[in-house]
């Protein structure tokens, strides 16, 4: 399949989905460096913990996308 037979709608979920994925590592990124100084806290591990598993199920949904064109 050719980069015309991709619909609009598709190519605009796969930019929202690569837009969210950067940041959310841009968080994580963050969180790392900031433990490197200060350590992490409860509620730091476990919103990093989120941001972990929000970014492995944008990336399968980016991956089923990709797949289905």
Do not use: C
């Not at 598709?10 to 900031?34: F, G, P, Y």
């Not at 949904?61 to 990709?66: A, Q, R, S, W």
């Amino acid at each position: 399949m050719n980069s015309q037979d991709v619909s609009p709608n598709t190519v605009d979920a796969i930019q929202r989905i690569k837009q969210k994925i950067d940041k959310l590592s841009q968080e994580q990124s963050e969180a790392l460096k900031t433990a490197t100084y200060v350590g992490m806290t409860a509620e730091a591990a476990r919103q990093y913990d989120a941001r972990r598993q929000q970014i492995t199920k944008l990336v399968e949904e980016l991956t089923l996308l990709k797949n289905a064109q």
